[in-house]
């Protein structure tokens, strides 16, 4: 009985500790996980839009670690990247200068008046105001799960006494392992207002999940951690993608 304890618990500090030694290089895990964080370009179609602007949505969520990652600003830079790659004509926002605002307003009140006095230089031609709104962004769900060798070494110390009991103890102890994990889930709305009107030409909601998690764990001295996350600005930005493909299908 005594030797095949020690074996078992031999054998689960083997595996941790090769497992730590060879699940790869940590610069080669850490490259790897970044790769999925990285801007990914989609194929839009080939057929030309109409010119545009974007003009700054809202971000309604209340949740802090969202609104200090990201903001209305970074939604509509997202947009006219990826408006001109669908081949939309992007008028960019820095042209309109300060008039940029008041457009803005203008188009959110619905008033054709105002906007028709800026109808004129580069505004002239423009038919789209696009705007970007975050509605939602929040974690919904979080969960741990740990385990510690200590009680386990203690238990099997204490039943086999001796030298035995005592490396035993110390193998079982130096086991430890940890894992969580959290999803974010993130709404984004996109509006097409009539840049002569102001009136609602079309809408859509795009909603997707973002999971961060991570583990570790070690065995007789050497640990190993893990995180993977998909950052919120990235996520912002694949939502966009997704709204942007959506639109696409209007031309």
Not at 88 to 94: D, F, G, H, I, N
Not at 147 to 174: H, L, M, N, P, V
Request: proline fraction near 2%; charge should be neutral; hydrophobic fraction near 40%.
């Amino acid at each position: 009985m005594r030797f095949s304890v020690l074996g078992v618990l031999a054998l689960l500090a083997t595996v941790g500790l090769t497992g730590c030694v060879t699940g790869g290089s940590a610069s080669k895990q850490a490259n790897e996980a970044a790769d999925q964080a990285m801007y990914q370009p989609i194929t839009y179609s080939d057929k030309p839009g109409p010119m545009l602007v974007v003009i700054p949505g809202e971000i309604k969520s209340a949740n802090a670690t969202y609104t200090q990652k990201v903001t209305s600003n970074n939604i509509a830079d997202y947009a006219e990247l990826e408006l001109g790659k669908a081949h939309y004509v992007v008028l960019e926002r820095s042209d309109l200068g300060p008039m940029l605002k008041e457009i803005e307003v203008a188009a959110n009140l619905g008033d054709a008046t105002q906007l028709k006095k800026f109808k004129k230089g580069k505004f002239k031609a423009t038919n789209w105001l696009v705007r970007f709104d975050i509605l939602k962004a929040e974690p919904v769900s979080e969960v741990k799960k740990s385990f510690d060798g200590r009680w386990i070494g203690a238990i099997a110390g204490s039943a086999i006494g001796g030298a035995g009991g005592y490396a035993a103890d110390a193998t079982a102890s130096s086991i430890h392992a940890n894992e969580a994990a959290a999803v974010w889930i993130v709404g984004l709305r996109y509006k097409i207002l009539d840049a002569n009107t102001g009136e609602q030409k079309a809408t859509g909601y795009i909603e997707d999940k973002m999971e961060i998690n991570s583990k570790g764990g070690g065995a007789l001295g050497v640990s190993q951690s893990e995180t993977r996350v998909m950052t919120l600005d990235t996520m912002s930005q694949r939502l966009v993608q997704k709204a942007v493909a959506d639109m696409d299908k209007l031309k």
